[in-house]
């Protein structure tokens, strides 16, 4: 089946200081990765949609700025949370699914702290 | 995306089948109904999928009824590591189309 792998599966920074999230797909080749964030006792919410080759596109309320995504091959999306601050801390949790596909797969999340 | 309403919780004992239901009243003729569930701090687990036909596999049953507004995720032997948060989504076909996530469904599965 499709798998997704997030790297890191945490991480612990400074405030002030950038971070950046990997998700790869192993087993096939994905043009559209998809990036959520997850707050405690919450339910996962859309960021952005990473496509290969293009600019991705933004959730209303998505700083663009602050959650930059780029997606330069197709088994990889980076998310790099710029200037992280304390509120930006949360689980982040990449998806895709191979092209022509109806199921979507999810990393296994990865979880931010900044301090 | 249509948009999909669920019980907030519901509780089972170890053993007997757990019945989520879910509504979608809204939905549109092209698109899936999608069952993901979210064991605590884990990703997303994919379930089931179906369109209008009941669906089976070795993780539930999905019975979706005929005029497609609801439908029933079943586990049919509920056991302890089937505690999680059970979303139902409804979504157009293709590797592009995002899942939107709502509220989703607390399962607890007792002795």
């Known amino acids: 089946g499709a798998v997704v792998s997030q790297h890191p599966s945490w991480v612990i920074c400074k405030s002030g200081t950038s971070v950046k999230i990997e998700c790869r797909s192993l087993?096939?080749?994905?043009?559209?990765m998809f990036w959520y964030r997850q707050f405690p006792k919450q339910s996962l919410m859309l960021m952005a949609t990473s496509n290969e080759g293009s600019k991705a596109t933004y959730e209303q309320g998505v700083e663009k700025d602050k959650f930059l995504i780029n997606h330069a091959s197709l088994t990889l999306s980076t998310l790099t949370v710029t200037s992280a601050h304390p509120e930006d801390s949360s689980f982040y949790i990449c998806s895709a699914g191979p092209s022509g596909a109806n199921v979507l797969t999810f990393g296994a999340g990865s979880r931010l702290t900044v301090l | 995306d249509a948009k999909t309403t669920q019980p907030p919780s519901m509780d089972c004992a170890e053993g007997r089948a757990a019945n989520l239901p879910c509504n979608h009243s809204t939905i549109s003729g092209n698109e899936y109904v999608y069952w993901y569930r979210q064991i605590h701090s884990q990703g997303p687990q994919y379930i089931i999928h179906?369109?209008?036909n009941n669906e089976t596999n070795e993780m539930a049953s999905l019975i979706i009824t005929e005029d497609r507004k609801s439908s029933t995720l079943i586990l049919p032997h509920a056991t302890l590591r089937d505690t999680a948060v059970y979303y139902c989504i409804v979504r157009a076909p293709g590797g592009f189309q995002k899942l939107v996530f709502g509220t989703g469904t607390r399962l607890l599965v007792s002795p």
């Open positions: 179906g369109l209008k």
């Open positions: 087993d096939f080749q994905a043009t559209t």
